[in-house]
């Protein structure tokens, strides 16, 4: 039979057994009913598909993030086109892309400064990066108001504490991001170029770091080559005058998330067991064979033993489009189902 889990769970790649009794849904099985849907609502195999099941455990080559985020005084001045604060609007953005990307990397979060009433307080590692800390990440985001934020911008000094594994961004099994949020240059820690040196080192480590750079209204488009040196040394640079992600808008902030994480976040998943013919690997996505094929579909690399998802079926994979997302292994492309639930229904 079929072995599946959902999408936010690991991936399980199964066989399955040539003549199963006791299913129904599709067919007559000797326990399930004919055809109605009676029975466990998996579909009876045809004859000579596998012979046998055995799980072989996928987990996703998913992005460690830190974003390192200002919550300098400025940051209370509205943003352009809104009555809402600089502030405000970045803590609905980090809630929206949170709640979309989730599952699409490890997250973590240092906000800089770290007292605001130690206005020079160098950002900290609040929360390192791991699995399962965006509830974490959001209370702390959504307890600060602004009446509650204010200081300086000790950028450089907040990102010298990125440096090394204390951030979680030390693992050499996936790709290590900083995404810094700023609406200034720093006034306090270090300057201009002394930001830059640090990006670059945090590049330079043996697990190199890249870091992203999100400009925050006017007070970084009036000095956009600064920035772009950030986004340079971090190995981000957009093509284009301004190498940064420049934000003026509620709008510009959201789109700008969107773009870095849906860029970086992964469609490569790692297998436990190499499969004896990858011709036979069928993957669906919301219950639909997705095609072996590199354009739109999947491929399988035997050197690293992964599968990757390309196209169009990596971005249902990104922004949450997929409604699930199954592996198995042995058996010809058709309909997947799940185990009936309660009620008769099927998921």
Same mark, same amino acid.
């Given at each position: 039979m079929r072995k599946t889990m959902a999408l936010s769970a690991a991936i399980l790649l199964a066989g399955c057994l040539g003549s199963d009794p006791g299913h129904g849904g599709g067919?007559?099985?000797?326990?399930?009913?004919?055809?109605?849907?009676?029975? *466990?609502? !998996?579909p009876q195999e045809p004859?000579?598909?596998?012979?046998?099941?055995?799980?072989?455990?996928? /987990?996703?080559?998913?992005? #460690? !993030?830190?974003?390192?985020?200002d919550e300098?005084?400025?940051?209370?001045?509205?943003?352009?086109? $809104?009555?809402?604060?600089?502030? $405000?609007?970045? =803590?609905?953005?980090? #809630?929206?892309?949170?709640? &979309?990307?989730?599952? $699409?990397?490890?997250w973590g979060l240092s906000i800089f400064p770290h007292t605001p009433s130690n206005q020079c307080s160098a950002g900290?590692?609040?929360?390192?990066v791991a699995p399962n800390t965006t509830m974490t990440i959001l209370s702390k985001l959504n307890?600060? &108001?602004?009446?509650?934020?204010?200081?300086?911008?000790?950028?450089?000094?907040t990102l010298q504490a990125m440096l090394g594994s204390a951030a979680g961004l030390a693992d050499a099994t996936k790709a290590n991001y900083v995404l810094l949020m700023t609406d200034g240059e720093p006034?306090?820690?270090?300057?201009?170029? +002394? =930001?830059?040196? &640090? !990006?670059?080192?945090?590049? +330079? %480590?043996a697990v190199p770091v890249r870091t992203f750079v999100v400009g925050i209204g006017d007070g970084t488009s009036s000095n956009p080559s600064a920035l772009n040196s950030w986004a340079e040394a971090g190995h981000t640079a957009r093509t284009g005058a301004t190498e940064y992600y420049q934000v003026n808008t509620v709008n510009d902030l959201q789109k700008a998330f969107a773009d870095i994480? *849906?860029?970086?976040? /992964?469609?490569?998943? #790692?297998?436990?067991?190499?499969?004896?013919?990858?011709?036979? !690997?069928?993957?669906?996505?919301?219950? =639909?064979?997705?095609? %072996?094929?590199?354009?739109?579909?999947?491929?399988?690399?035997?050197?690293?033993?992964?599968?990757?998802f390309h196209g169009t079926s990596c971005d249902q994979i990104k922004n949450g489009a997929a409604s699930s997302l199954d592996i198995v292994y042995g058996c010809p492309a058709g309909p997947i189902a799940r185990p009936a639930q309660p009620g008769? $229904? &099927?998921n």
């Open positions: 067919g007559s099985g000797a326990a399930g009913g004919s055809g109605g849907g009676s029975g *466990s609502g !998996i004859m000579g598909c596998g012979k046998q099941t055995f799980p072989i455990q996928a /987990s996703k080559q998913s992005p #460690n !993030i830190m974003m390192v985020v300098s005084g400025s940051m209370q001045d509205p943003i352009a086109g $809104s009555s809402m604060s600089k502030w $405000s609007a970045l =803590v609905g953005a980090v #809630n929206q892309l949170l709640n &979309t990307y989730a599952g $699409s990397a490890q900290q590692v609040d929360v390192a307890a600060l &108001t602004d009446q509650t934020i204010g200081g300086n911008t000790p950028t450089n000094s006034n306090c820690g270090g300057d201009v170029s +002394s =930001v830059k040196s &640090t !990006i670059g080192q945090l590049y +330079s %480590q994480v *849906s860029g970086v976040a /992964s469609c490569t998943y #790692n297998l436990s067991m190499k499969p004896a013919d990858a011709s036979l !690997i069928v993957a669906y996505i919301g219950g =639909v064979a997705v095609p %072996q094929d590199p354009t739109n579909g999947t491929t399988y690399d035997a050197a690293s033993n992964t599968l990757e008769g $229904s &099927t």
